[in-house]
């Protein structure tokens, strides 16, 4: 008897097609436009709110649904951060490195997404900030006066 758990249809290009097809059906052309503005006024939303937070800084312009952010911490600071909000198991976000800095990515993409999330998110990163940097604090006993300048 055959195993056909693993067939599937080949990612070439008449399958790549044929999912966007499927999209197209299912949301149409207005829906799919009306969908990606909500992503991205859910990602500048989130970007206002970084801007407001003198600990964190936009590394890059924010491009469709992404958001490219830092706290505004020496060293490996971000990568160490990032692990502590992923260990929290409420989020999970990627690490891109831009101009040789640690950067968080934030992508608002998922159709159910809307500015409740949003703020939900923020308000787990900043509260895992807060504990992130007074376990810095406490760590390097400011030893690090570039970091201290952050801790509130």
């Known amino acids: 008897m055959p195993d056909y758990r693993h067939w599937q249809v080949a ?4 399958f790549r097609s044929l999912k966007l097809w499927f999209v197209l059906r299912l949301f149409g052309l207005d829906g799919l436009q009306k969908h990606i503005r909500t992503q991205v006024g ?3 939303e989130f970007e206002k709110l970084v801007d407001q ?3 964190f800084e936009i590394a890059v312009p924010v491009r469709l649904g992404l958001v490219c952010f830092r706290l505004k911490a020496p060293g ?3 990568e160490r951060f990032l692990k502590k909000i992923n260990q929290t198991k409420k989020l999970f976000m990627t690490q891109a490195t831009v101009n040789g800095s640690a950067v968080i990515r934030f992508t608002v993409c998922a159709s159910r997404t809307n500015s409740e999330d949003v703020l939900h998110s923020w308000k787990i990163i900043q509260d895992v900030a807060t504990e992130f940097l007074d376990e810095e604090k406490a760590r390097t006993k400011l030893k690090m006066p570039s970091l201290a ?3 509130q």
Request: proline residues 0%; charged residues 40%.
């Open 149 to 151: 300048a952050y801790i």
């Open 11 to 14: 990612l070439g290009r008449r």
């Open 42 to 44: 859910l990602a500048k």
């Open 76 to 78: 490996t600071a971000n």
């Open 53 to 55: 937070d003198d600990r």
